[in-house]
T-cell receptor, first 116, second 115 residues
Framework: AQTVTQSQPEMSVQEAETVTLSCTYDTSESDYYLFWYKQPPSRQMILVIRQEAYKQQNATENRFSVNFQKAAKSFSLKISDSQLGDAAMYFC?????????????FGTGTRLQVTL | GAVVSQHPSWVICKSGTSVKIECRSLDFQATTMFWYRQFPKQSLMLMATSNEGSKATYEQGVEKDKFLINHASLTLSTLTVTSAHPEDSSFYICRGTRGWHTEAFFGQGTRLTVV
């Protein structure tokens, strides 16, 4: 079974600064997808970024980028130019590329605080 | 983009009563609906997976007689918490899929409080 680990329960960053959230995972599969989700106080789950394991290039979405290290099974999220609206819970998630069910396995989350 | 509409957003019920939560896929056909439970400051825990027209598959430890899931159409799935007790108080979230790359289609969530 796959597992996803987020070792940072809480992180803090100053506005306009850069912060990196860590995620590691364990799998025996070679093809899979990794995601970062944001859950603001409204608790609506928002997909931030997606990475396909077969792609070596790191995914980027505006101020959000990932550092995907397949051999190390590491998938960190970098938020540049942090904004107050970035304050939220962030979850790392894994999905297998095989089979028909698109189950997601979530990490325990990192609470990000953004300070002035 | 595709939207999953979940209702109610919050509900308070008395212990022993049943509560129904609905998730509707507004502009796509959700062949599969995932139901999650989230305790305060914790991650999402998958409760069950439902496919349209068939019985739901429950994760280990989830009581299928307490958490009744119906997925009778491609646009509607429901979760009924039967004979609710205070320990069932939680945040429930659904996610609809129509195949690959549907990771974004979460409902808004339902906060259930049983008193």
């Amino acid at each position: 079974a796959q597992t996803v680990t987020q070792s940072q329960p809480e992180m803090s960053v100053q506005e306009a600064e850069t912060v990196t959230l860590s995620c590691t995972y364990d799998t025996s599969e070679s093809d899979y997808y990794l995601f970062w989700y944001k859950q603001p106080p409204s608790r609506q789950m928002i997909l931030v970024i997606r990475q396909e394991a077969y792609k070596q290039q790191n995914a980027t979405e505006n101020r959000f980028s990932v550092n995907f290290q397949k051999a190390a099974k590491s998938f960190s999220l970098k938020i540049s130019d942090s904004q107050l609206g970035d304050a939220a819970m962030y979850f790392c998630a894994y999905r297998s590329a095989s089979g028909t069910a698109s189950k997601l396995t979530f990490g325990t989350g990192t609470r990000l605080q953004v300070t002035l | 983009g595709a939207v999953v509409s979940q209702h109610p957003s919050w509900v308070i019920c008395k212990s022993g009563t049943s509560v129904k939560i609905e998730c509707r896929s507004l502009d796509f056909q959700a062949t599969t609906m995932f139901w999650y439970r989230q305790f305060p400051k914790q991650s999402l825990m998958l409760m069950a997976t439902s496919n349209e027209g068939s019985k739901a598959t429950y994760e280990q430890g989830v009581e299928k007689d307490k958490f009744l899931i119906n997925h009778a159409s491609l646009t509607l799935s429901t979760l009924t918490v039967t004979s609710a007790h205070p320990e069932d108080s939680s945040f429930y979230i659904c996610r609809g899929t129509r195949g690959w790359h549907t990771e974004a289609f979460f409902g808004q969530g339902t906060r259930l409080t049983v008193v």
